[in-house]
């Protein structure tokens, strides 16, 4: 039984951190590339961060360059994002996600809150 399970969200107040992680079971974690997705409340999904299986090539989305840091770790089988000087606009439900290289469709996590309000 494939499962995605985040953990790590919260309420934080603007310019403080979070780190965010994904725990997976299920499959061979090794074999998927890894991202993060956020949908903040009234707007669609979208991308944040993606890691390649090897765990040397991280992309990130225009919004999460220079504050967010995606991390994975094979053995554990897990998926981190270390987000950095969050903003009111971060506040999101934010799910882990895990893809087959060549493949349209893959796994979600159930997603899980982070708000950034004063």
């Known amino acids: 039984q494939v499962q995605l399970v985040e953990s790590g969200g919260g309420l934080v107040q603007p310019g403080e951190s979070l780190k965010l992680s994904c725990a997976a079971s299920?499959?061979?974690?090794?074999?998927?590339?890894m991202r993060w997705y956020r949908q903040p409340p009234g707007k669609e999904r979208e991308l944040v961060a993606s890691?390649?299986?090897?765990?040397?090539?991280?992309d990130y989305s225009d919004s999460a360059k220079g504050r967010f840091t995606i991390s994975r770790d094979n053995a554990q089988k897990r998926v981190h994002l270390q987000m950095n000087s969050l903003k009111p606009e971060d506040t999101a439900v934010y799910y882990c996600?895990?893809?087959?290289?060549?493949?349209?469709?893959?796994?979600w996590g159930q997603g899980t809150q982070v708000t950034v309000s004063s």
């Open positions: 890691m390649d299986t090897t765990g040397r090539r991280a």
């Open positions: 996600h895990a893809r087959y290289p060549g493949h349209s469709d893959g796994y």
């Open positions: 299920g499959f061979i974690f090794s074999n998927f590339i």
